[in-house]
């Protein structure tokens, strides 16, 4: 028996709950590799589905966790072998399939991916989805020419998780990155990850007037979508591409057409859940080539599988800073 928490739904009321239980292997969905988790993450899906109305959440009873580093334990597919450290983000976990918030996890072998010398467990975790994907957004960028002296490159939703680690990678490749934000608060920790300038929420997140306006930013990173995502296109230098990782501003473009045809802006669009597996190996190892660890460590806030519940609620209200690194054996 091992501890898991565990989404429960009334069928009367529709309403769930969650709480820490103790379950069992035979409860674990069918996959080819148990691992034995050491840690998980809090990601805003994470929130939704630990809520009261279940968000994302494909069936009941449910283990949310939509990623996890841990050690393999019994294996049915030559390439993991017991006691090989793996990392997953992705493919589902944590919606459809059981995920990360319980002490043991059984997957696909397809799903995961081999630790990257250089990262422990924990490492990988403060990474979690919402690094991978800043990863991906940077990788994205540079696919597309983005080069440092190119200019600034903009990250918005900066004090979250993907654009605290779009934030330190960026810096660290040499790049002046400006870091959007509408918490005062967070202005020091931003410019400990590296973040040249701060810009505050309301002066990118205005009424767009005019369709462009001046070059500005020589890429960025949009965490957040909606009208910021709109206004930010129009700011774009000639031939600059924009990632956008987010829709927690909406997945509506009140846009038009003119900043992609008269200045060239492209718009990438990155999705984490389904990646080539050779994409995901880059992308790690670029993780632990590139991501400065003493800003990582800097950014973890500690938390247990009992506090889930409560970081589930204050992840959705924009109240979580950094990122949120579950030991789940503590």
Known sequence: MFNALLVRKDDESGKTSAAVEQISLDDLPHGEVTVAVEYSTVNYKDGLCIGPGGGLVRNYPHVPGIDFAGTVETS??????????????????????????????????????????GLTTRQAMAVGTAGFTAMLAVMALEDHGLKTGHGPVLVTGAAGGVGSVATAILAQLGHEVAAVTGRPETESYLRDLGASKIVPRAEINETVKRPLEGETWAG???????????????QMKYGASVAAVGLAGGAALPATVIPFLLRGVNLLGIDSVMQPYDNRVRAWQRIAQDLPMEKLDAMIQPATLEDLPGLGADILKGQVKGRVVVDVNA
Do not use: N
């Open 76 to 117: 049915e597919d030559g390439r993991y072998q017991p006691g090989d450290e793996v990392v997953l983000t992705g493919w589902r976990v944590g919606e459809a399939h059981w995920g990360g918030y319980a002490q043991k996890a059984r997957v696909k072998a397809d799903w995961l991916v081999p630790l990257p010398q």
């Open 220 to 234: 960025c990173v949009d965490a957040v979508g909606g009208a910021m995502l709109a206004r930010v296109l129009g």
